[in-house]
C-alpha cells in the first residue's frame, strides 16, 4: 500500500482515539481539570508523565545529537533521567500530601506570602511558554514532512486536537490522553529499533547490541571510534567538552526536570504519598526504555551512515539519500569534484551535511522497513509533541485561572466561574502557543536552555528547603528566587542573545556553558536564601506545623 | 513508632539512595570516565557505559528502592 495511505491511517486512527478519551473524560469540576480528581492510578499516571515529559525533542532529535556527539551526548541521557531520582526522593511525595493543585500553591502557602505566588507563576508562565513553541513547531513540522501539507495547516490540525482534549478534559482528559500517546510513541520508536538492531547485530535487544559486534565480528563501538578518528572526528566514547562543564549541564538539566511545573503537578493526580513515589518509579522506568534505546539508535545509524556515504561515489547513492536531499535534511556538496562524498570534520573538506533529526526519521528507510513502519513512526512524533503540548496547557492555564485570578485578584470566585476562566485561559494559550508554532521566534532552540535552567535557579531550592527546612522564611525564599532567576537570565542574555556586551565562549565564567549555567544560579539561589532567612525572624508556628504535616505520610 | 523517628529514618534512606545517585551518574558516567574506560566489557568501555545505558538504570533501582523502603517504613508508622 502506498505510504501516504498508510500514514493518513495511522495518524486518523491515533487521533481518533484521543478524541474518543476527552470525549469520555470530561471535567466537572476544578479538582477534575487541575489534577483529574486526584485518583489516578500510579502505573497510569506512571505512563502519563513519560508521556508528558518526552517531547518532540525526546523523539525526533535526541538519538540524532547522541549520534553526532557520541559521549557529548551523555549529558542529555543522564541529565534528563536522573531528575526522577530527585522528584521521587525529595519532592514527590511531599508535594502529593500538601494536597493542592499548583506548584505556586505551594510556593504562595508555604512561604506565606502572595508576593513568593507571584514569583512562582512568572516562573511558571516563562518556562511554560518557552517550551511550548517548540511542541507545536514540532507538530507542523511532522505533519509537514509526512503528510504534505504546509506547517501552518499543520500546526492549526495541531492546536484543534489539543484545544479539544484539554479545554474539555483539563487534566482528566490529558492524563487518559497521554496514557495512549505513550504506547503508541514507545511501540512507534522501539519497532524500527528492534529492527534494526537485529539486522546490524543480529540481537533483538538494542541495548545488547549497541555493545555487540556487527557482521564483520568488531565491535560495534570499537569500529566507531576507528571510523572517527579516520575522518578526524573527536572519539566516539570520548567526549570534545571540559569535564566541568559536562558535570554542570548534566546537573542543570536533572535539577530542572525536577522543578518543571508541568512535571511536578502530574504528581498531584495520584490518591496517596506512597502512590507518588511508586508513580516516579513507573514514569522513569516508562521513559527509561526509550532513555537507553536512544544510544543505540545513535550507534547504529552513526555506523549506517559513515559506511554507506564515506568515499563512495554519490551517484551509487541509495533511495533515501535522494529523499532526505530534497527535504533539505541532507546536503552534499563536491567541493572536490570528485563525484565521491567526502565526510569529515574539518569544514574545508567536508562535503556532506546531515541534519541530526534524520537519525530518527530515515531509519526505516535505511534499515528498508516496510512502509507501515514509517507511518507509525510520524503517529509516534505527533503524539510526543501533543502530549508534551497538553501537559503545558494545563499548567499555563491552571496559572493563570487559580494562581492569579482564584488566589490573588478574585478570592470569591465560584467553582464554576473558575472552571471557565480555566477553560477560557487554556483556548488562549493555546492560540498563542499556535502563534508561535506558526511564526517561530529565532530564540526557541536557544530558550529552551533558559527553561531548564529557569526551573533549576527558581522553583527547586524553594520547593526542597519548604520541605526539609522550618526554618526558611518568605525573605529567604523570595529573595533567593529573583536572585537565582535574574542571574540565569542574565547569563542567557548575555551569552546567547548578545546583551550586556555579549561574549563569546572564552567569555563563559569557569568555562561553563549557558546550558549548564543553571547549576551555578541554582546554587547562587540556595546561598542567599540560607543567608537571608538566617537573618530574618523564623516563619510562624502555623507554617511550621503545616511542614510537620506534609512530612508525614 | 515515632514521627521524629520516621523522619530520620527517611532522611538516611534519603543521604544513602542520593549518595548512590551521584556515584552513577557524576562519579562513574563524568568524574572518573576516563579510568573506567580502560577497562571494557563486552563492545563498552565502562565509563561510556555508564553514561549512556548504566546510569539510567542505576536511577530507576534507586527509586524502586526507595519505594520498598519507605513502604516498609510507613507499616511501622501506622501499626
Known sequence: MELQYWIWIAVGLSFSLYIGI?????????????????????????????ADWMSAASFISMAGIISFGGYDGSVFLMGWTGGYVLLALLLAPYLRKFGKFTVPDFIGDRYYSNTARSVAVFCALIVSFTYIAGQMRGVGVVFSRYLEVDIVTGVLIGMGIVLFYAVLGGMKGITYTQ????????FA???????????????????????????????????????????????YTSGSKSLFDVFCITMALMVGTAGLPHVIVRFFTVKKVSDARKSAGWALLFIAILYTTAPAIAVFSRTNLIETVSNQPYENMPDWFDKWETTGLLGFDDK??????????????????????????????????????IALLAAGALAAALST?????????????????????MPKISERGELIAARVAATGAVCLAGYFGINPPGFVAATVALAFGLAASSFFP?????????????????????VGVSLMLFYMLKFKFGWFGGGTKADWWFGISPEGFGTIAMVANFVVTLAVSNRTPAPDLEVQKLVENIRKP | ?????????????????????FIVSFGCGILFVNELNAIQIGGFKLGFWFAQQGAIFGFVAIIFAYIYLMNRLDKTLNN
Open chain 1, 179 to 186: 496514557v495512549a500517546q505513550y504506547c503508541v510513541l514507545i
Open chain 1, 389 to 409: 503540548a497538553a501537559g503545558l496547557l494545563l499548567v499555563i492555564s491552571s496559572a493563570v485561572s487559580h494562581d492569579l485570578l482564584k488566589k490573588i485578584v
Open chain 1, 336 to 373: 572536490n569534484q570528485d563525484g565521491l562524498i567526502q565526510y569529515t570534520a574539518s569544514p574545508v573538506t567536508n562535503e556532506l551535511t546531515v541534519d541530526a533529526d534524520i537519525m530518527v526519521l530515515a531509519n526505516p528507510e535505511i534499515a528498508q522497513l516496510p512502509n507501515w513502519v
Open chain 1, 462 to 482: 524553594a520547593i526542597l528547603l519548604g520541605i526539609f527546612s522550618k526554618r526558611i522564611n518568605k525573605e529567604g525564599a523570595i529573595s533567593g528566587m529573583l
Open chain 1, 22 to 50: 476527552a470525549i469520555w473524560s470530561r471535567a466537572a469540576s476544578t479538582k477534575e481539570f487541575y489534577v483529574a480528581g486526584g485518583g489516578v492510578h500510579p502505573i497510569a499516571n506512571g505512563m502519563a508523565t513519560a
Open chain 1, 189 to 235: 520508536f522501539m519497532v524500527p529499533a528492534v529492527f534494526i538492531s537485529f539486522l546490524v547485530t543480529g540481537n533483538v535487544i538494542p541495548q545488547i547490541g549497541f555493545g555487540s559486534s556487527g557482521a564483520d565480528g568488531v565491535y560495534l563501538l570499537d569500529k566507531l571510534d576507528g571510523l572517527h578518528r579516520e575522518l578526524g572526528f573527536h572519539e
Open chain 2, 1 to 21: 513508632m515515632e514521627k521524629n523517628i520516621y523522619w530520620k529514618k527517611n532522611i538516611k534512606y534519603i543521604t544513602i539512595l542520593l549518595t548512590l545517585w
